[in-house]
């Protein structure tokens, strides 16, 4: 039975919300999953918000409570708005507590009944899925360098390296040119669809077709899997590739950071 847009919408932002909700308890982080808010403070890496359900006459108070806690830890934390994001005005009402918009993700969805099994691979090109902490050093290396962030370069090495290769329900992949690694990818294995995250390709070894070949690859794999359905949340650089791929934009998701 085909999902209707209403749920695929759903298992987008659910599937987003889980996989970082599991990276922050491998590290230690406090998290919180409840009904009304789930959300990853952290002082190691990106302190997050999500999947906001309150009532509309709590709302200044759940806000608040959520600022309360993140004056204690001293941190800064992005908070993501979708259109399932309740009450509906709950954007407006987190710029007058000092939230601040920051960019856009498309979420995106594509039914793996309509991906090819065989696809163009870019000549010299192998993938490969990381088995060992040496191996999840080159992956942290390459990934760094692909989403061009020189100023938490160490953070984020070590939060998936803290995180090790116990990610619940994820598999990390390394795309290679000519033997020499240039793109990751992460496959997460979560409820209803296979999520991917970390798409990224070194500066130097882009417009050569390397992540659209990442990316259908772990299609297929996701196939294999059984699943029927794959979800992303694209950057503005990631979302033509995935369009062409088949990708379908679900909803917008808005980032606030305070």
């Known amino acids: 039975m085909a999902i209707s847009e209403e749920d695929t919408a759903n298992l987008i932002e659910y599937n987003t919300a889980k996989f970082f909700l599991n990276l922050g308890r491998l590290n230690g982080d406090e998290i919180c999953d409840a009904p009304e808010i789930k959300y990853i403070f952290t002082k190691n890496w990106f302190s997050r918000i999500f999947m906001a359900n309150f009532n509309e006459s709590d709302l200044s108070t759940s806000i608040e409570q959520i600022i309360s806690r993140i004056k204690k830890l001293n941190i800064s934390a992005s908070w993501y708005i979708t259109p399932q994001s309740y009450p509906v005005n709950l954007q407006n009402t987190l710029k007058d507590y000092g939230f601040t918009y920051k960019y856009d993700w498309s979420a995106m969805a594509i039914d793996l009944e309509n991906v090819p099994e065989s696809f163009d691979f870019p000549e010299g090109m192998a993938i490969k899925e990381v088995l060992n902490l040496d191996e999840l050093g080159t992956w942290t290396d390459i990934l760094v360098k692909s989403f061009e962030f020189p100023e938490i370069v160490q953070s ?87 369009k062409k791929i088949g990708f379908k934009k679900y909803y917008t998701t808005k980032i606030y950071r305070r």
């Open 156 to 242: 984020y090495k070590k939060y998936f390296i803290n995180a090790g290769l116990e990610l619940i329900n994820s598999h990390y992949y390394l795309g290679f040119l000519n033997g020499k690694p240039v793109s990751t990818c992460v496959l997460f294995d979560g409820e209803g669809a296979a999520g991917l995250f970390y798409i990224g390709t070194v500066p130097e070894a882009r417009k050569q077709g390397i992540a659209k070949a990442m990316v259908c690859y772990l299609l297929n794999t996701a196939k294999k899997k059984g699943y029927s359905i794959s979800v992303l949340q694209a950057s503005e650089m990631g979302y033509p590739v995935y």
